[in-house]
């Protein structure tokens, strides 16, 4: 062997042995550190007056049918670092048809929370699950479980709060929602002792509605459910806060009739709600309405009946909401203009599961109150992730009054499910759709209206079905211009065109739609 | 000769090395320190409980002497927010209610009593229930026998509506013929405008 090349192949092996040797002494340093060395956890008993959950409760049926009632769930445990954690049954609705007897079949699914930092160990125990497949939501912490088909265990660890959702055997029944929370900081829980402090502590709560006064602060504590419904009208510097549960299941659906709205702010200023988590509204979950300067942050939302819209803005400005958890059968986010226009709206780091309408949505009503030179502009979509759009299109714009629509950005969307056009969502079996439209059930004004300036970037659609689009407006005067797509990416094909988009459009009625 | 066995020997460290780290396990401890686990209690309890701080005493209404002679009265207004009509303010419900036009203030609700009465008090009400909050309209009382010439009978004055109490207010004035009441609203801070369920003209 020559000696150049032997000394080359020596070179080469020692930085090979090198560098494994490195990579082994940084694996077996590991050996005896403890990951939980920084955690810390925090866990809260439920209510021991919850009832438990029995297999007759777990029956799809409609709430004159069967008790709904926010109850114990025991077909599913779920630790933390070896832990138990309470776990409530709560109602969703898989039905993807309107139901206009306002009496849709409800079933149930499993959630949980905790509060933590560091590193933790989730357990989840489903005694009557096959375990052939689980996926922990958001895709994009990439987390790959362990799962023990004999003992019907999955585990796997976190580190960051946020909340996650296990979705068993490939199917939305029986999924488990995680709402593993940040710790609250000393600072932001309010004394008891403060006289504008409203303190609900852990426990089962019947309370006649709740209305808050200007300067209030109601705290909901971990371990409290709260059977009522919360507003502030026409006040400021209102705090809605904690970690409990707001819950409606004792209100009879609404049928159009009266809503008793978990969480209604309407003609407030700086007004905040963080923290809570509802469950089963009479209607929809948390509305604004004429507000400034409102801030959501943190909370978390599960609705089964009948126009059961998420989060609801109507004529706000300077709003922010932010990490929030939001599985809606109705729009899971939505937009209008009931009275003035509405501006500056940020929804951001999003967690969305729509079972029905769009996840989403401007509109439709962009002009109900009939004002002079509407607008509903500058409101911003980013960092979201659709687990599922069940029904209807996950990004859209519905402009069906005589308003100017501008301004909007859908950015950094991950879609997991796209499965748009199910039931009657064949109406609109899309996953983007923008459009001037006159509709009989939610048009206001005579006059139609103009979408302008819409950003659509880095979005993309993991799996699910292959839908289309829809770009229109209504007439040769009443259009839609500006519609901007970069870096969209749908089934892993990039969207360069109308064409590859799949895109039903309206001649004469769109112009300066552009793709990169 | 040794320079192969160098070689070698140098390609088995690398391989046993590489075996090492991708088949020899490590197992991190998984431990809680002591005193990072805080454990919320539930108190005990088998049915759900009442909120001692939103506990209300029993209201007592208040009902002035005479009779409402507002129920046959004909009710009209000069601005109305949509679906909010006058005639709501006499239909002897307290789930429906009047309201002005939204900034239209002052918003005035007229009612012909369609006759002349000796009357000496207007009880206003709100829907008493809880969802309703607390708010305080800005209001003043005109009346008269002929339509065009109203004067003041209660001068504008701020008046609370609580749900604790009832959410309703009764003004009482020394007695006065009148056919003609109009509720005058100036402001209120818990709507758009003024409102009113009922409207009650007591007169002997």
Known sequence: MGKRLFWI?????????????????MKFAKAGTNRFENTKLVVYEGPKSLRD????DLKAANEQQRDIALLHCTDTKV????????????NVNHSRTWNSSYLPALSRTPITYFDFEGVVRITVTVPDRALDSVKISPLSY????????????????????????????????????????PLEKEEDIPDPEDDKVIYIGPGEWDIDSISLESGQTLYIAGGAVVHSDISANFVKNVRVCGRGIIDGSGYKGWAGKTAYIPLKFDFTQDCSVEGVIVTNPNAWCLQGYATTGFRVDNVKIISCRPNGDGITLQSCKNAVVTNCFVRSWDDSLVVKNYADSSENITFRHMRLWTDLAQSMEIGYETNKGSRENSTLSHVTFEDICVLNGFHKPVISIHNADDALVSDIVFKDITVENLRTGSGDGAELPYFVDIAVVSNGNWSTTRERGQIRDITIENVTVLDGAQVGSRIAGYDETHTVSGVHFKNVTVLGKKIKSLEDGGFKVKDGTFSDITFE | MKRIITLVILALIFIAGTGTLVFVPVKEKEEMKAGSLKVVAAPAQEQAMEHPYFKVEAFEPVIPSGTNVALTAKVTANNMGAGFVPKKAIDDKLTTYYEGAPGEFPNELTLDLKDVYSVHAVKLLLCPDAVWAKRVQTIEILAGTEEGALKTVVAKADYEFDPKTGNERVIEFPAENMRFVMIRFYANTGAVGGQAAEVRIYAD
Not at chain 1, 53 to 56: F, K, L
Not at chain 1, 165 to 172: A, E, G, I, K
């Open chain 1, 9 to 25: 192949l020596t070179g080469v092996l020692s930085c090979l042995v090198l560098t494994v040797g490195a990579l082994n002494i």
């Open chain 1, 53 to 56: 959950a029995t297999p007759e």
């Open chain 1, 79 to 90: 630790t933390v670092n070896g832990t138990e954690l309470y776990v409530y049954d709560t």
């Open chain 1, 142 to 181: 990439g987390i790959k479980p362990k799962i023990d088909k004999a003992a019907h265990t999955v585990s796997f660890l976190i580190d960051t709060p946020d909340s996650y959702t296990v979705t068993f055997d490939d199917s939305p029944a029986r999924a488990l929602h995680i709402f593993a929370n």
